[in-house]
């Protein structure tokens, strides 16, 4: 029987609505001018709009206790779980971050209250049946226009972020994988209301058109754990229904569906290393099935590093390192085979696994409860697979949760898969709840109108003063940010360190890495120079902004790197200033929380090069090169660091830089060092082959042509020498003297 409610109904009536608003609007926000514009505008709209309609519920169920929540099995798996999340935060090594997240992913406890409690209105307020066929319909309208926005993508139209005909799109997600998988909610909810009885044509047609879309835009990202988990879920679809229907269609979808996976394997061994295959980047990376791809082993690391932090000690094996901390024994048990150069993906604040994920950082206490919340709607759904009424739906949220499981074995939850998984979890306790009757009381629980008037009044004032504090204030740091960032595109210096101090000045969730961007900024290419005493002044009034972030993350590598690094800089022209000291000290501080980091004995031997202590220098470019022989990068420095010392081996260490399994590609200075070594052996085939490379980067550089002309004719290559000679006159005529009197001394003529 369904809930009769008599007093409240305009409070329920504003709730739904807010429910039906979150479920439309959350996926689809874009904060263009933010840092992390797809996750940042999603969860401050979300928590705004949960913070207001939580306000607006507290009163409902003071007036009407109908209204107070159905504490069903569902219930009471996601309850126990955020209990959990708020025990693990509590014994959290780093509490800030497990209550309030990264800027990037927008997690923690705080955001995840708003989810359930998310929960607990939709499931107090969408009372009937065409309430939640209403919402799910929002859901599967929001999925098709992320995905319509992700076609935009592979367009040059500016009005589509990420747009430039991108290979793989991430719709108004920000992420490939996560916007698969909201696209795979969006694919079982279309074919589950498809298949639902008694439905027009037109519905039909709609819910048709939305699982060919989202099944082409979740194929358009090439994300294989997200295809894999649409395929076992359409698997899973075809055979329970062909099991509980007795479906003569379901039985020929299920053997083709398996037939269509086998022939699938079958292209994918056979001919992935086809020309066919490898002219597409699309058909190369959808068939690589190999457990030895690089996506695959840096997965599979990730894993293994997040298992390592966990059976640390009896305390992380109970309630892990606290929630958003994965980056802390990711960074303790670091592997090497991580770093293969410059540009390499060393920085995991995420297992890409969400059961690793939460067995690292909320230990067996909150897997065991994660892994709960399953059982009780696996189980709510296979009661619903034996009523005839309401079997389609019992199938295809069973096969949806399989795909979700699948895709999050690969991956990680953000705020829009969290907002449709809350939006499934509350129709399965929705339809389960349902079938029996119940009879509710709606009684007010508070009668005196006096005390009800204080509790609304004091609503009024204090949740404004929330949604400012928690949402409207960050914003205004975020975005002070970005403006920092385009001031410094534009050569603005001193606009841009005003806006980096005032976005600072906020002291709000967000100010790690607000600290660590203006760091990125003065230490990064094309920075300010620090021969000037203003950018001198901001990078001593940056270091101690970074050492806030040493204290309040004392277990951290990344912030004594930062500041390991501005003192490199101001110390780098004199061997005896302090500043080479201090970095020093926090760059060995780093790897002591993090040893195996190569990157930290770059940040070591360069603080030693800069005190002209060469030994201690090329001794950690050694260690490092140690850590990972596949590097070519280290190699470079290390015989770079040699060279300079007067070790001409180092010749051999640069050579194994450039023929390594990940070659270093270095830039123009590197050979330049490489360069003089060969002078002073007098090495011309060596001296050429470097100026052969120097001009295919750089071919408008004249004295390039010049200086290999010099070195062809040493090797007696005289019509090559010629040749490049009269290029140098050719990219630059003023050279045309200078060339005319060497061809003379070869005996040709220009």
């Known amino acids: 029987m369904q809930k009769q409610h008599t007093s409240g109904s305009k409070l329920a009536d504003l709730l739904r609505f807010g429910v039906y608003l979150i479920a439309?609007?959350?996926?689809?926000?874009?904060?263009?001018?933010?840092?992390?514009?797809?996750?940042?505008?999603?969860?401050?709209?979300?928590?705004?709009?949960?913070?207001?309609?939580?306000?607006?519920?507290?009163?409902?169920?003071?007036?009407?206790?109908?209204?107070?929540?159905?504490?069903?099995?569902?219930?009471?798996?996601?309850?126990?779980?955020?209990?959990?999340?708020?025990?693990?935060?509590?014994?959290?090594?780093?509490?800030?971050?497990?209550?309030?997240?990264?800027?990037?992913?927008?997690?923690?406890?705080?955001?995840?209250?708003?989810?359930?409690?998310?929960?607990?209105?939709?499931?107090?307020?969408?009372?009937?049946?065409?309430?939640?066929?209403?919402?799910?319909?929002?859901?599967?309208?929001?999925?098709?226009?992320?995905a319509f926005y992700g076609f935009g993508q592979k367009t040059d139209s500016d009005l589509f972020l990420g747009s430039g005909g991108r290979e793989r799109i991430f719709g108004t997600m920000g992420n490939a994988a996560l916007f698969a998988g909201y696209e795979l909610f969006v694919v079982f909810l279309s074919l589950m209301q498809y298949l639902r009885p008694g439905n027009s044509?037109?519905?039909?047609?709609?819910?048709?058109?939305?699982?060919?879309?989202?099944?082409?835009?979740?194929?358009?990202?090439?994300?294989?754990?997200?295809?894999?988990?649409?395929?076992?879920?359409?698997?899973?679809?075809?055979?329970?229904?062909?099991?509980?229907?007795?479906?003569?269609?379901?039985?020929?979808?299920?053997?083709?569906l398996l037939a269509g996976i086998v022939i699938f394997v079958a292209f994918s061994v056979l001919f992935r290393d086809s020309s066919l295959v490898k002219r597409s980047r699309y058909l190369s990376r959808i068939t690589d099935l190999r457990l030895s791809s690089p996506t695959v082993m840096t997965r599979f690391w990730a894993w293994q590093v997040g298992i390592k932090g966990w059976v640390e000690s009896p305390r992380t094996m109970a309630v892990g390192w606290g929630p958003e901390n994965f980056n802390i024994p990711f960074a303790k048990y670091f592997n090497p085979k991580f770093y293969a150069g410059i540009g390499s993906e060393t920085h995991f604040d995420r297992a890409h696994n969400m059961f690793v994920e939460i067995l690292v950082t909320m230990g067996i206490v909150g897997l065991l409860a994660y892994l709960n919340i399953f059982v009780a709607l696996f189980s709510s759904l296979r009661k619903l697979s034996q009523e005839r009424s309401l079997m389609i739906s019992g199938i295809g949220l069973t096969a949806a949760l399989v795909a979700y499981i699948i895709h999050n074995s690969f991956i990680f939850d953000t705020a829009a898969n969290l907002v449709a998984f809350f939006i499934v979890a509350g129709y399965i306790a929705h339809i389960s709840s349902s079938q029996s009757e119940r009879v509710f009381s709606t009684a007010p629980i508070i009668r005196n109108k006096i005390l009800m008037g204080l509790i609304i009044t004091g609503l009024v004032v204090s949740v404004p003063i929330l949604v400012y504090r928690t949402n409207i204030v960050p914003s205004k740091a975020n975005y002070a940010t970005t403006r920092a960032i385009v001031a410094g595109w534009a050569k603005d210096v001193p606009g841009a360190f005003e806006k980096y101090q005032e976005a600072l000045s906020y002291d709000v969730p967000g100010k790690y890495e607000y600290r660590h961007r203006f760091a990125q900024y003065l230490v990064g290419d094309g920075g300010p120079s620090v021969r000037e005493q203003s950018v001198r002044d901001a990078y001593i009034y940056l270091l101690g902004e970074i050492d806030k972030n040493i204290q309040e993350n004392p277990i951290d590598h990344l912030p004594h790197l930062y500041a390991s690094r501005l003192n490199i800089l101001l110390g780098k022209d004199d061997p005896k200033s302090p500043h080479n000291d201090l970095a020093l000290e926090h760059s060995k501080k780093a790897l002591e929380l993090s040893p195996a980091f190569i990157r930290t004995y770059y940040e070591v031997a360069q603080a030693y090069l800069n005190k002209k202590d060469s030994k201690n220098a090329i001794k950690f470019f050694q260690l490092a090169v140690d850590l990972n022989p596949d590097a070519g990068v280290s190699y470079g420095y290390l015989g770079a660091a040699k060279i300079d010392s007067g070790d001409m081996s180092g010749i051999q260490d640069l050579e194994k830089a450039l023929a390594s399994k990940y070659p270093y590609s270095p830039r123009e200075t590197d050979y330049q060092i490489l360069l003089n070594a060969y002078i002073k052996t007098n090495d011309y085939s060596r001296i050429a082959w470097i100026f052969e490379i120097l001009i295919e980067r750089n071919p408008n550089n004249p004295q390039y042509y010049a200086s290999l002309a010099a070195a062809y004719a040493n090797l007696g290559r005289i019509e090559d020498a010629a040749r490049m000679a009269r290029m140098a006159v050719k990219v630059d005529p003023s050279f045309e003297p200078d060339a005319r009197a060497f061809l003379k001394s070869i005996g040709k003529e220009l």
């Open 24 to 146: 439309l609007v959350v996926p689809l926000v874009i904060f263009r001018e933010f840092l992390s514009p797809f996750h940042y505008g999603k969860v401050i709209v979300f928590r705004s709009l949960l913070e207001i309609m939580g306000a607006m519920y507290l009163v409902l169920v003071l007036k009407n206790r109908s209204f107070l929540p159905q504490r069903d099995r569902i219930f009471w798996g996601l309850g126990i779980f955020t209990l959990v999340f708020a025990l693990t935060t509590a014994t959290s090594v780093l509490q800030y971050p497990s209550l309030w997240g990264s800027l990037e992913r927008m997690g923690g406890l705080w955001t995840f209250l708003h989810y359930f409690l998310f929960f607990v209105i939709a499931r107090a307020v969408l009372t009937k049946d065409e309430h939640w066929q209403r919402v799910l319909d929002i859901t599967i309208v929001a999925g098709v226009l992320s």
């Open 201 to 256: 044509s037109r519905r039909k047609a709609f819910y048709a058109g939305a699982f060919l879309i989202s099944s082409i835009a979740l194929m358009m990202t090439v994300v294989r754990g997200s295809v894999l988990g649409y395929g076992v879920g359409l698997v899973t679809f075809a055979f329970l229904w062909m099991r509980h229907a007795r479906a003569r269609f379901g039985k020929i979808a299920f053997k083709a």
